[in-house]
Nanobody, 119 residues
Framework: QVQLVESGGGLVQPGGSLRLSCAASGTILRMYAMGWYRQAPGKQRELVAAISSGGSTNYADSVKGRFTISRDNAKNTVYLQMNSMKPEDTAVYYC?????????????WGQGTQVTVSS
């Protein structure tokens, strides 16, 4: 059974940092282009960072220069380093593939990890 487990969320003050992790079981993440998505209360889920199987990255304008996505294929894990955080970064964060084919391989979304930016 394929499972994605997000961790590393928490409460952080504005300007602070967090690192999120996404560990996979039952599949090999290096085969897939992966993304970090977030969903704030009352808003649609949005893709904020993506990394290809080859390591190329892309970011939403709202996080560019502050967030960094990376992957450790040996650990079968994808990370999201978040710096200079803002209250508007508050959301539940999920990792999930960015291509339709990979999404069909993975199946269900994980539970996500809550990130709250507040003083």
């Amino acid at each position: 059974q394929v499972q994605l487990v997000e961790s590393g969320g928490g409460l952080v003050q504005p300007g602070g940092s967090l690192r999120l992790s996404c560990a996979a079981s039952g599949t090999i993440l290096r085969m897939y282009a992966m993304g970090w998505y977030r969903q704030a209360p009352g808003k649609q889920r949005e893709l904020v960072a993506a990394i290809s199987s080859g390591g190329s990255t892309n970011y939403a304008d709202s996080v560019k220069g502050r967030f960094t996505i990376s992957r450790d294929n040996a650990k079968n894990t994808v990370y999201l380093q978040m710096n200079s955080m803002k209250p508007e970064d508050t959301a539940v964060y999920y990792c999930y593939p960015t291509t339709s084919w990979a999404q069909r391989q993975i199946g269900s979304w994980g539970q996500g990890t809550q990130v709250t930016v507040s003083s």
